[in-house]
């Protein structure tokens, strides 16, 4: 792990971004999705794995039970523009996907999603996280994941967020283009990390009736147990622990999983300036998150 050499940030169209998630463009561009793929499309660290992972005992947990104790979440639920040498891209893992629906992961903000989704009318989830908690998830993220650029102390890390210097560039931007996204199109289901922290149950309806599912209550109970967070943490299938890029001596995939933690990072000082910097950003914004729950 120590002799893998951190990749550079350099701007990519406008976005701010790493080689491995930008080396594979040509064949991520002309990706053909099939109508009844599902995307799950967030900035990192929104909750990414745990809507996967809710899709994904969804459509197969009861139908195909041994893909639950066999495969690594990533190769469930493949990250379509993940590009590094030592595994197949993210392109090759989900055209080799043999379930329907396929589900697909991508960071990119939304006008770099390869035009067959849009033309097939896949059914998109974004996802979306305060800035604060997700700033904070970001940054342990970068200290133990040698695949993404330096992140040098929390300082200076703060500071590049608010400057969107991070990989997948600026948190303002790309929530805001899906949000804007969303109002056209109908097939984008737009949700909050922090209503399905605050009511997991109500979240999961709301998916269930997007997706035209309709599990049973034993169904969901099930599903709502095993994608708790200790569940989650504790599942080596999901976890992350097996990834060879990712020092959990320095912090855990699965860190702490709340609303709020932001509170034990910024510093009085560090949270009037992002407040100031935040409502410049969001002015013109129609979004509202909650930093609390
Ligand atoms: S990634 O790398 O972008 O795919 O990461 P992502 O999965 O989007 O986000 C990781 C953060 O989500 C938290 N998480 C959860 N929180 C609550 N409940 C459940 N079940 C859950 N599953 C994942 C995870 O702990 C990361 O947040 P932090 O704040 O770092 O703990």
Redesign the pocket.
């Known amino acids: 792990m120590e002799s893998f050499s951190r990749p550079e940030l350099f701007d990519f169209k406008g976005v701010s971004m790493s080689s491995l998630f930008t080396s594979n463009w040509e064949n991520i561009q002309t990706f053909q999705a099939r109508s009844d793929d599902i995307l799950i499309a967030?900035y990192?660290?929104?909750?990414?794995?745990?809507v996967s992972y809710i899709l994904d005992l969804l459509y197969f947990g009861k139908k195909n039970p041994e893909r639950e104790t066999s495969l690594q979440i990533y190769e469930r639920v493949p990250f379509l523009e993940l590009n590094m040498s030592f595994m197949d891209s993210g392109v090759q893992v989900a055209e080799n996907l043999p379930t329907s629906p396929r589900l697909i992961k991508t960071?990119y903000p939304s006008q770099f999603v390869p035009k067959s989704f849009w033309e097939q009318k896949c059914r998109i989830i974004y996802i979306a996280r305060n800035a604060k908690?997700l700033a904070?998830?970001y940054y342990?993220?970068d200290r133990m994941n040698y695949a993404q650029p330096e992140p040098g102390d929390w300082s200076s890390y703060l500071q590049r967020f608010m400057d969107g210097k991070l990989v997948c560039g600026s948190w303002y931007d790309h929530v805001n283009g899906w949000w804007e996204k969303k109002q056209t199109c109908p097939n984008i289901h737009y949700m909050f990390y922090e209503d399905l922290?605050e009511d997991a149950g109500r979240e999961f309806d709301k998916l269930c009736s997007f997706l035209g599912m309709s599990p049973s209550d034993e169904e969901k109970k099930e599903i709502l147990e095993g994608?708790?967070?200790d569940k989650?943490k504790n599942n080596n299938l999901i976890n992350h622990s097996v990834v060879p890029v990712m020092d959990f001596k320095i912090s855990k995939f699965?860190?702490?999983?709340?609303v709020g933690?932001w509170k034990t990072h910024f510093t009085v000082a560090q949270n009037e300036e992002f407040d100031n910097h935040y409502r410049k950003k969001m002015k013109n914004s129609s979004l509202c998150f909650r930093t609390e729950v």
């Open positions: 967030t990192p660290k929104a909750g990414t794995t745990w960071h908690d904070v998830s342990h993220f922290a994608t708790s967070f989650m699965m860190r702490k999983g709340k933690d």
